[in-house]
C-alpha cells in the first residue's frame, strides 16, 4: 500500500530527468548549429587569406568550411594535453570537433590499422610489422607532444625528489628491495631515516607507453633487470607482472599511488603533476639526479637532433640537467585520406597542434616541441593526400 | 494448445463442428504463418549466432593452442611480455574468486530473499527490493570504480591488516596488504551478483504454495524452522537456477575484476594476495591484438572462460538433478 506512491514518485522523477536530459540534448544542438553557421557567415562576408582552404598557417588552421566531427582514440598518457588543446582549438574553430579516447596506445595502433577513428596515438611509434597490418594504406606518424614518465611516491615521512638510480630503480620493481628503510635506496638518496614501510610496486596492467620507457632505462641502466626478464628489448607490457600489482591506465596507477601509502608507480608525468604527487629524481646519463619539470623533459628533448619514427627513443639522453625519462607522443593518419573534407579539417586540427597548440604545454606537465621536432611533424602534415592522391595542403 | 483442444473435439454434426471449423479456419490465418515464422526464425538465428560464435572463437585460438596444444589449459605461466602463454594461473583465480564471492553471496543473497518473501512487513520489502533492483542496474564499470576508488584503501589499512591478525584464519590473509587482491575482487563480485541472487531466488521462494508453509506451522514448526524446512527445500531448484546463473556472472565479469585484484598473474598464496582471472587478462591484453600468438591466446583465453562455464554449469545441473531426486516433497523434509 504505502510502496504504491514511492513506486510513483520514482517514476515522476525519471519522467523528470529524461526530460531535463532531453532539453539539455536540444539546447546542446541548438548552440553547437547557431555557433557552426556565424562563423561561417562573417567567413564569406570578408574574403579569406587562406585561399583554396587548404593553406596551412597560424591564421589559417583556424579555418574550415564545413563542420567535422573527428574521432582518436589510443594514448592514455596524452589525454590532459589532448583534452585542453582540441577544447581550445574548438573554441576557435566550433566547425570542427574532436572526440579522443584515451584507451591506452595499443588501442590507437589497433584503431588505425582497422581505420576505425580518424586518428590513431601512440607513445610508441608503430613498427614495420603494425605499419604492414594497416589496412588503409601509408600511416603517417606525427610527433605532437613532449613528456616525460615520472615515479612518483607515497611515503608518509619521505622528501620529495627522492635520489633513485637504475639498479635500485630494477631493485624495487623486481621485488629484491622490498621495505623503504632498505640500506641500499639509503645509500643511493642519501636518506637514511626512511620509514619502515612495505615498498608496494604499482605498475601497468595493460601495454603502456610509460611502462616501455621506463624498461628502457631500467635495460640501459640495470644489469639485474636484464637478467630478471631476459631481454634487452623493451616491450609495451609490463614483464615483472608478479612483483607487485598492477592497475589499468596512468588514472589506475594514479588512483593507487595517491591512496595507498608505501606505494611507487610510473605515471605520465603530466599525470603526476595533475595529482600533486611527489616524483623521485632520477639518474641520468650525465651523473646527476634529476626530478621531471617543464625544464628538464625539454632538455631530454632537444637531444633528439635526428627524430624519426624508427629513431624516436629519448630515454636516458646525454646532456647537463636532462631527465633520462622523456618521450614523444605520435599521431597516426592514414596518408591517404578518403573524404576531403575530413582530411583537411584533419590536417588543419593536426598543424595548429603541433604549433600554436605546444603553448599549452608547460602548465599540462608537457614540453613545447623543439623547433627541429615541430617542423618534422609539420612536415609530415603536408604529406596527406586527399582520395585522388595529391597532397592536401600548401604551407 | 489449440491444436490439443481441435483434436479433442468430436467429430461429425451440429454445432460442434462448425467451432472445430472455425478452429481449423483460424489456424491458416496470416497471424499464424508470421507466428511460426518469428518462432523458427528466432530460433534459428539465436542458434546461427551462439554456432558463429563457437566457430570463430575455436578459429581464432587456433593458432594459441597449435602452439601451446591442451597444456594451455594448464601451463602455469601467463607472460604477454615475454611471449609465454597459458592459461593456468588465470583459470585458478577464475574458479577462487568465483567460489569465495559464492560463500559471500549465497547466504547473504538467500537470506535477503527469505526476509523480503517470507518474513519482512510489505512497507519494507517493496523499497528493499526496489534497491537491490537498483543494484542490478548499475554498470559493472561503476562497480570496479567504486571498488577501486573507496574499497581500496579500506581494505588496505583496515580490513586486510585485521583479517590477517585474526587467531586461527590468519594465515588466509597473510602477506603484504595491497588492497587490489582476490578477496577484493570476490566482494565486488558478490555486489554485483546479489541482485540476480535475490531477485531470483525470491521468485522461488514466493512460488512455492502457501500450503505447505500452513502445514509446517500447523505441525507445530516456528516461522523459522518452517522457512528452512519447508519453503527452501520446495525452492530447491529455483535456489539453484539463481546460484547458477550468479556463478555464470561471477566467472565472466572481466572490467570490474581488472580494475580490483592487482592483475598479477601468479599463484595467490592467500586470499590477500594480488591475483588475475580470464576475464581481467583479456581486459587487459585485448588492445594488444597485433594479428598473431598473442591475440590468438587472448581470444584461447575466452574459449577456456566459454568451456569452464559451460562445465561449471553442468556440474551444477548434474547436482540438481542427483539431490532432487530424495527431497521431492515438504513431507520428506519435514521428517
Redesign the interface.
Known amino acids: ?3 504504491r506512491p ?2 510513483r514518485g ?1 517514476k515522476n522523477t525519471l519522467v523528470g530527468l529524461s526530460a531535463l536530459a532531453l532539453v539539455s540534448v536540444i539546447a546542446a544542438c541548438g548552440s553547437t548549429s547557431g555557433g557552426g553557421s556565424t562563423p561561417s557567415g562573417s567567413a564569406t562576408a570578408t574574403p579569406s587569406p587562406c585561399g583554396s582552404n587548404t593553406v596551412l598557417s597560424a591564421t589559417c588552421d583556424t579555418e574550415t568550411q564545413a563542420s567535422v566531427t573527428l574521432t582518436g582514440a589510443g594514448a592514455n598518457s596524452i589525454e590532459p594535453f589532448f583534452e585542453t588543446v582540441f577544447y581550445e582549438y574548438n573554441q576557435k574553430n566550433s566547425r570542427t570537433t574532436v572526440n579522443y579516447s584515451p ?2 596506445s ?2 590507437g ?2 584503431d588505425i590499422q582497422q581505420a576505425t577513428v580518424n586518428f590513431g596515438d601512440s607513445e610508441i611509434p608503430m613498427t614495420s ?2 605499419l604492414s ?1 594497416a589496412t588503409g594504406g601509408t600511416v603517417l606518424q606525427i610527433p605532437v607532444d613532449l613528456g616525460g614518465v615520472a615515479i612518483s611516491y607515497n611515503v608518509p615521512g619521505a622528501p620529495a625528489n627522492l635520489k633513485l638510480d637504475g639498479p635500485t630503480l630494477a631493485g624495487i620493481f623486481d621485488g629484491s628491495i622490498t621495505n623503504w628503510d632498505s640500506p641500499l635506496i639509503a645509500t643511493v638518496s642519501g636518506v637514511s631515516n626512511l620509514p619502515n614501510l ?1 615498498i ?1 610496486p604499482v605498475h601497468r ?3 603502456s607507453g610509460p611502462g616501455y620507457d621506463l624498461e628502457q632505462y631500467l635495460i640501459d641502466t640495470a644489469p639485474a633487470w636484464v637478467t630478471a ?3 634487452s628489448t623493451p ?5 615483472l ?8 591506465l596512468n588514472t ?1 596507477v594514479a ?2 599511488v595517491s ?3 608505501g606505494s611507487v608507480g610510473f605515471v605520465e608525468y603530466g599525470y603526476a603533476l595533475q595529482n600533486g604527487f611527489v616524483n623521485a629524481a632520477i639518474l641520468d646519463a650525465a651523473g646527476a639526479y634529476v626530478a621531471p619539470t617543464e625544464a628538464s623533459i625539454a632538455l631530454a628533448g632537444a637531444q633528439a637532433a635526428n627524430l624519426s619514427s624508427t629513431n624516436f627513443n629519448v630515454v636516458n639522453e646525454t646532456g647537463a640537467g636532462v631527465y633520462p625519462l622523456a618521450n614523444f607522443s605520435w599521431t597516426l593518419v592514414y596518408q591517404k585520406q578518403s573524404d576531403t573534407t575530413t582530411a583537411i579539417a584533419l590536417g588543419k586540427l593536426l598543424d595548429w597542434v603541433v604549433t600554436t597548440g605546444q603553448q599549452d604545454a608547460a602548465a599540462l606537465g608537457y614540453s613545447p616541441l623543439p623547433a627541429n621536432v615541430a617542423s618534422l611533424a609539420q612536415k609530415t602534415i603536408l604529406e596527406i593526400e586527399g582520395s585522388t592522391g595529391t597532397p592536401l595542403f600548401s604551407s | 494448445m489449440s491444436s490439443d483442444s481441435t483434436g479433442a473435439l468430436p467429430r461429425e454434426g451440429g454445432p460442434v463442428s462448425r467451432v472445430r471449423a472455425a478452429l481449423l479456419q483460424k489456424r491458416t490465418r496470416p497471424g499464424e504463418h508470421a507466428y511460426t515464422v518469428l518462432r523458427w526464425g528466432g530460433a534459428g538465428l539465436f542458434a546461427a549466432v551462439v554456432v558463429a560464435l563457437l566457430i570463430s572463437i575455436a578459429a581464432s585460438s587456433s593458432q594459441a593452442l597449435a602452439h601451446s596444444g591442451v597444456g594451455f589449459l594448464w601451463s602455469g605461466t601467463w ?4 611471449g609465454e602463454y597459458g592459461a593456468g594461473i588465470l583459470v585458478v583465480g577464475t574458479l577462487l574468486t568465483t567460489a569465495v564471492a559464492m560463500v559471500i553471496v549465497v547466504p547473504i543473497g538467500l537470506g535477503t530473499a527469505a526476509f523480503l518473501s517470507e518474513l519482512a512487513p ?2 519494507l ?3 528493499l527490493s ?1 534497491l537491490i533492483g537498483l543494484l542490478a542496474a548499475v554498470p559493472s564499470i561503476v562497480v570496479g570504480l567504486w571498488g ?2 573507496v574499497l ?2 579500506i581494505f ?2 583496515q580490513v586486510e591488516p585485521f583479517l590477517a591478525s585474526m587467531p586461527l584464519l590468519g594465515w588466509l590473509f597473510r602477506g ?1 596488504a ?3 587482491s582476490i578477496l577484493l575482487a570476490s566482494v565486488v563480485l558478490a555486489v554485483m551478483t546479489l541482485p540476480t541472487m535475490v531477485a531470483l531466488s525470491r521468485t522461488a521462494l514466493a512460488a512455492v504454495p502457501v500450503a505447505d508453509r500452513e502445514a509446517a506451522l500447523a505441525l507445530g514448526a516456528t516461522r523459522w524452522q518452517a522457512v528452512r524446512k519447508a519453503v527452501i527445500p520446495a525452492a530447491r531448484s529455483g535456489i539453484q537456477a539463481a546460484v547458477t546463473l550468479a556463478v555464470g556472472r561471477a566467472m565472466g565479469e572481466s572490467i570490474a575484476v ?2 580490483v585484484i ?5 599463484l595467490p598464496t592467500s586470499l590477500t594476495a ?1 591475483g588475475a582471472t580470464l576475464g ?1 587478462a583479456i ?3 585485448f ?5 598473431g600468438l598473442g591475440a590468438s591466446s587472448v581470444i584461447a583465453l575466452g574459449a577456456v572462460l566459454l568451456l569452464l562455464t559451460v562445465a561449471v554449469n553442468a556440474g551444477g545441473q548434474a547436482l540438481l538433478r542427483s539431490g532432487g531426486g530424495h527431497r521431492a516433497g515438504t513431507a520428506g523434509a519435514l521428517r
Do not use: C, F, H
Open positions: 500500500m504505502i510502496t514511492s513506486a520514482w584507451a591506452g595499443s588501442v595502433v589497433s610489422s603494425q597490418a612495505a608496494k596492467a595493460d601495454a626478464i631476459g631481454t616491450s609495451r607490457t609490463w614483464p607482472a608478479t612483483v607487485g600489482i598492477g592497475e589499468q589506475g588512483t593507487y591512496q595507498t601509502s | 607472460n604477454p611480455a615475454a510489505g512497507w520489502a517493496g523499497p526496489t577501486l576508488i581500496t584503501p588496505a589499512n603484504e595491497y588492497g587490489p581488472a580494475m592487482g592483475n598479477r598473474p601468479a594480488p581481467s581486459v587487459n591484453q588492445a594488444e591484438a597485433s594479428p
